[in-house]
């Protein structure tokens, strides 16, 4: 399931304090960059191809980012969830 990789290879986990914009980074180095600021302006994108960020995003279907958690669901039927370490 590519939850449990996604799980496996993050490493942080950050958001901006409206919960907005966040940034989930992988052992390789890269990493994704979420926004969902409206319902017009949501979206996810790697920092770049060919990386681990790249895989996990290509198998995005949706993703959920609000003040409890980043919430990431594949097209394999899986979810994983990340959550600000305070």
């Known amino acids: 399931m590519l939850a449990d990789f996604a ?3 993050a490493t ?3 958001v901006n304090a409206s919960f907005t914009q966040a940034l989930l980074y992988f052992k390789d180095g890269s990493y994704l960059q979420f926004e969902h600021s409206s ?3 949501r979206w996810a994108r790697a920092s770049a191809g060919e990386t681990i960020a790249d895989r996990v ?3 995005l279907s949706q993703f959920r980012l609000n ?3 980043l919430q990431l669901f594949f097209q394999d039927g899986s979810d994983a969830e990340f959550f600000v370490l305070v």
Request: aromatic share 6%.
């Open 7 to 9: 799980k496996t290879e």
């Open 12 to 14: 942080r986990y950050t």
């Open 39 to 41: 319902r017009s302006n």
């Open 57 to 59: 995003c290509r198998e």
């Open 67 to 69: 003040g409890k958690h």
